[in-house]
């Protein structure tokens, strides 16, 4: 404790002692050291000038800072005599210019200019122990290297005792250097309500912050390559893992913190003013709990004051609440005791209050629906039934849970969308069938030697008159003129229902040739379209179907009659809707087409043939879905011939009797949902 009052009164200590001790006649403090008197902003014709008056010798130190802009001034072996600790600007690239001093032995002064972004700059020594920093944000204002770059350090005349020499010209500090000497607090946060002062970051930062006595802040990885090339470098590029996981995270869930980037160097602290800090960043009431307790150590550099303050509480194991403007903060176990406590006497407070009965009447919901989700919102004692012929839910409970149970049913007892199906049925069925088949029949005779077909095989269906060598037979007569001669076949390969054929007979006295050719061919196109239209609810089954019964005749068992049942030769489609949030429609389709087959029959009762297809698909509103799409091809080729005499080229055709069939059967759903806005 004594160390951190010591922290809080040390700057102002030293500024009276200085101020005491200042010695008559001379520019100087007693002990050598320079002040600072006035800082003054000045507009000029291409930026702003900040005017410096000193007493006494001081050397500027000048650097700058990036990510927010800044102009860091540093002034070693100095105080600050002025009341000036805030100068707001607003213009000019400027937004403001602050003074703060870093309490230490000697003392140094640091004013910092807030930039709105990068500019050119330059200091020139204005003579009367005066100085000017002078900052140009035009672009076509010339400015030398060593404004760009980094300013000489500018050496002020003073009266200067005879005893004490004027301090020698230092080198400019680097960036890192004037960040390790302070705890620099970015940027000033200025209260809500207008009438309040703005707070002085350096000069907040001052008051509750100890100076560390080891430098805490790591170099960049550049100036110690720089300084010591055979430095080992790391295992790890922790400025790489840092970018990927920024850039994950801001991908993912976007920005978290958006509080004012701060930058602190602490060792050692008592948590109590950390957190008095953080009042004085975020203008919150803070109140901490008693049981608050521990110091910290940490170092951070441009981080939102809101993830530096979640990063202490997370390490301290603490916890933090918001109501309004006031942030109370209190250990885990203290919040978690608390929770129990207010659990408890909810449940007792549940326990000793009188129930009440409401009456609630739903117009699009089913009470029976409802009351399976009304009842895991109730307390213990609560009970809910539903009414099936009013439409009502009767709820029997404590009045504190009433209101959650009312929006509860407002929210469930909506209007609910309604999804227009159309379907479009296609079924094709292509047939083609070719029948080509021949009969040979030929016989030679005279009295003494015949030759011709085989009367098993079949008689030519032509023949010839009184052709009477061709039956030489000892002993038979001659046949009459008006007899009909036909001879057995050689080759009885017909077409079974021929549609054309031709004929050729040569007949002489002792040859007769019988050549018969039949064919038949049958194309066959046969489509069937159906447009079925059919609205439901989202979420809730639609079914459109159309057939025919077919009867199923069972045989009579144990000496009773026969029985008939009825089995269903339906084309039916089964759709269930369901509208998502980005407006298209997720559909579950079943789609069965049932056929009989009377060709095929078991007992008598055909066999069904079935199609069936059950898919999931997201359309979109208004869009068509291709579904099925189910074909089926049957082709046969049927050849009967004469063995040997059927296989030669060409002629064997003469031998052959070919029957072609080739049937296609498709079926095909275009399904198109709409949804109905009422």
Not at 291 to 300: M, P
Not at 542 to 548: D, E, I
Not at 659 to 670: D, G, R
């Amino acid at each position: 404790m004594r160390k951190q009052l010591l922290s809080v009164f040390l700057p102002l200590l030293v500024f009276v002692l200085v101020a005491a001790a200042e010695t008559p006649g001379t520019g100087t403090t007693g002990t050598g050291r320079a002040a600072l008197e006035k800082v003054n902003v000045t507009r000029s014709t291409d930026g702003l000038n900040v005017e410096f008056t000193a007493r006494g010798a001081v050397t500027p130190k000048l650097s700058t800072l990036d990510s927010p802009a800044r102009l860091v001034l540093d002034l070693p072996n100095t105080v600050a005599a002025t009341a000036q600790g805030h100068i707001s600007v607003g213009s000019d690239n400027v937004k403001g210019v602050r003074i703060g001093m870093d309490g230490q032995n000697p003392p140094t002064t640091r004013v910092v200019v807030d930039l709105v972004r990068a500019c050119q700059y330059d200091l020139a020594s204005a003579g009367d122990n005066r100085f000017v920093l002078k900052l140009h944000d035009k672009t076509n204002t010339p400015a030398t290297a060593a404004a760009n770059v980094a300013p000489a350090p500018v050496k002020v005349p003073a009266q200067v005792s005879a005893s004490k020499p004027a301090a020698e010209t230092a080198p400019p500090a680097s960036a890192n250097q004037v960040a390790n000497n302070f705890v620099v607090v970015e940027p000033t946060y200025t209260p809500k309500d207008a009438n309040a002062q703005p707070v002085r970051a350096a000069e907040a930062a001052s008051k509750f912050v100890e100076r560390p006595e080891t430098n805490l802040l790591p170099t960049a990885s550049a100036a110690m390559q720089q300084s010591n090339p055979n430095a080992i470098q790391p295992a790890v590029n922790l400025a790489a893992e840092q970018k990927v996981q920024m850039a994950s995270k801001s991908a993912t869930n976007g920005p978290k913190y958006t509080g004012e980037p701060i930058s602190v160097n602490l060792k050692d602290v008592d948590l109590k003013d950390f957190f008095r800090l953080i009042h004085e960043i975020s203008g919150l009431n803070v109140v901490l709990d008693p049981n608050v307790k521990g110091t910290l150590t940490i170092v951070l550099d441009d981080v939102p004051w809101d993830q530096a303050l979640d990063i202490v509480l997370k390490n301290n194991d603490l916890a933090r609440q918001l109501e309004g403007n006031v942030l109370r903060i209190a250990t885990v176990d203290t919040l978690k005791k608390e929770a129990d406590d207010r659990r408890e006497q909810q449940a007792a407070e549940a326990l000793a209050v009188d129930k009440v009965t409401v009456t609630r009447f739903l117009s699009y919901a089913h009470s029976k629906d409802v009351v399976m989700t009304v009842k895991k919102f109730l307390s213990q004692r609560g009970d809910v039934i539903s009414d099936d012929r009013t439409n009502a839910v009767i709820i029997s409970d404590i009045p504190s849970v009433m209101p959650g149970l009312d929006r509860l049913l407002t929210q469930l007892d909506r209007k609910t969308q309604e999804v227009e199906i159309e379907a479009r049925v296609v079924a094709a069925t292509r047939g083609f069938a070719r029948d080509i088949g021949t009969q040979l029949g030929f016989g030679f005779g005279n009295s003494a030697t015949s030759l011709t077909g085989v009367p098993a095989v079949g008689t030519s269906p032509v023949g010839t008159f009184g052709l009477t060598p061709l039956y030489p037979v000892v002993g038979s007569s001659a046949p009459s003129p008006t007899t009909l001669a036909q001879i057995p076949l050689f080759s009885n390969l017909g077409s079974t229902s021929p549609t054309s054929g031709i004929t050729l007979l040569n007949a002489s006295k002792y040859v007769q040739i019988d050549a018969i050719l039949s064919m038949a061919e049958s194309r066959g196109l046969l489509k069937i379209l159906s447009r079925p239209r059919v609205v439901t609810q989202n979420n809730i089954q639609a079914v459109v179907k159309q057939g025919t019964r077919v009867p199923i005749v069972t045989q009579a068992q144990l000496g009773g009659p026969p029985t008939v049942s009825y089995v269903d030769a339906f084309l039916r489609l089964t759709v269930v809707p369901q509208i998502t949030s980005e407006g298209t429609i997720f559909l579950n389709v079943d789609v069965e087409n049932t056929t009989p087959d009377f060709s095929r029959t078991v007992q008598g009762n055909p066999t069904l043939v079935t199609q069936q297809a059950t898919t999931q698909v997201l359309v979109t509103d208004g869009g068509t879905v291709v579904i099925g799409g189910v074909i089926q091809a049957q082709n046969s080729i049927n050849v009967t011939q004469v063995p040997l005499l059927g296989n030669i080229p060409y002629l064997g055709n003469l031998f052959k009797h070919t029957q072609v069939s080739t049937q296609n059967q498709e079926l095909i759903f275009f399904i198109t949902p709409r949804v109905i806005q009422t």
